[in-house]
């Protein structure tokens, strides 16, 4: 059986083993020539991002259209902008393979692990509020975290604390496939994490893992007294002014919305996903979205809107994740210059990233997590689209040259 996957899904695909996907490697390990630790990644120079004529964008349309036909993804719309060039935003193939409705640049989608971004901001709106310190270890909010006296905040958002994914136990998948729609609580989760021994000392080498994002849900609910989607719905969306972005509290979806199909599945057959409850995913991957919102959410999180530039410095200091070029900071990667994350929740995958050398934004929706040649769809069209438009910054940066399949 496959194990579930949230958006940073092997450990390093651009960060992949719930969501950054550049390489597909074997869930939970980085490998790589890696770059001294607390080292940035060093991206070539670009030559400059084109202004978006018909011709550059009859480049796209058949970049795009060739990746669809390659990766069979039922539908995928994209977004490109940037200051005085122009924008590119256009939807191929359906939404629905049961009526073969367009895929339209409105509709919403799940964007799992890019919820990462939302979760970390509001942490670290509490950090400027000095109302919790990134050093504070996990054990003085919650109990009975394996090495809770000495994982910090810091290591558990970015992805240093070495506690097990709880997403890739044997019981949480059967528990997940046997019945999609059954809601789970954060202990549940974390009672499958903790299951499992710590894979290493805190901070020894970065390893992806849901477990970190669903302790930092639960710091953000103790700290402010709140739920977590209240929290993200007021203190983050609310001020970065994103309406039609939302934290589900069980399996609404509000219309309009893709279809998303997943071949995670009790018999490994492709199946409509949309209705699955997300709550397993709760704090690392269940939140809700669409085009224009992720366009602004791009910007916002990459230079840092919400937050103090002290706190934002700390947010982007990148480290490697054994991959030239990929670094994760706190709640987002910087791939070859491309700052944001990425989001695989079974059904959809997305990808969301802001270029501070161009102000270029780049935003990825599509419906289905189905991999190809082990290789994710999200990551097949990044580096379809970068290689017409930033050359000099090929997300993710080269072709893997080994699959390792599901």
């Known amino acids: 059986m496959k194990p579930i996957r949230v958006g940073l899904r092997r450990a390093c695909a651009a960060v992949a083993a719930a969501g950054v996907l550049l390489a597909p490697v074997a869930a939970g390990s980085a490998h790589g020539a890696p770059a001294p630790a607390g080292a940035a990644p060093s991206p070539s120079a ?141 202990q549940e989760l974390l009672g499958y994490s903790f299951r499992h021994p710590v894979q290493f000392a805190p901070d020894a080498r970065f390893e992806y893992s849901n477990t970190n994002l669903i302790l930092l849900g639960l710091v953000v609910e103790k700290i402010t007294g709140r739920p977590i989607g209240e929290v993200i719905a007021q203190d983050v969306l609310k001020p970065a002014g994103l309406h039609r972005t939302l934290f589900p509290t069980g399996a609404e979806f509000p219309e309009p919305h893709a279809h998303g199909y997943t071949n995670q599945t009790a018999g490994g057959k492709i199946e409509d996903s949309t209705d699955w409850n997300p709550s397993w995913a709760w704090s690392a991957g269940a939140m809700i979205s669409e085009l224009q919102d992720l366009r602004s959410w791009a910007k916002t999180v990459a230079t840092g809107t919400l937050l103090t530039p002290a706190t934002q410095a700390e947010r982007l200091k990148t480290r490697s994740i054994g991959i030239p070029g990929a670094g994760y900071g706190l ?23 802001y270029l501070p050398q161009e102000k270029a934004t780049m935003v990825l929706l599509m419906n289905t997590d189905v991999t190809v040649g082990g290789q994710e769809p999200s990551t097949l069209f990044g580096e379809a689209i970068t290689s017409v438009v930033t050359p000099g910054h090929v997300y993710p940066g080269h072709k893997p040259s080994v699959s390792t399949g599901r």
């Open 331 to 353: 709640g987002i990667f910087d791939v070859q210059g491309w700052i944001g994350h990425n989001g695989s929740i079974p059904g959809y995958e997305t990808l969301t990233v």
């Open 46 to 186: 670009g030559t400059g991002f084109p202004v978006l004529t018909p011709a550059v964008a009859a480049e796209l349309d058949a970049a795009v259209q060739r990746t669809l036909r390659e990766t069979k993804v039922p539908g995928v719309i994209v977004g490109l902008w940037a200051p005085g060039k122009g924008s590119y935003v256009k939807a191929f193939g359906v939404a629905d393979k049961a009526t073969s409705a367009p895929m339209t640049p409105g509709l919403k989608v799940r964007i799992g692990s890019e919820t990462k971004t939302f979760t970390v901001t509001a942490l670290l709106r509490l950090v400027d509020r000095k109302k919790v310190g990134l050093d504070d270890p996990i054990g003085r909010y919650v109990p009975g975290v394996p090495n809770g006296d000495r994982i910090t905040l810091r290591q558990l958002a970015g992805m240093r604390s070495g506690l097990f994914n709880y997403s890739e136990d044997p019981a949480f998948d059967k528990a997940l496939v046997t019945d999609p729609d059954r809601p789970f609580t954060p």
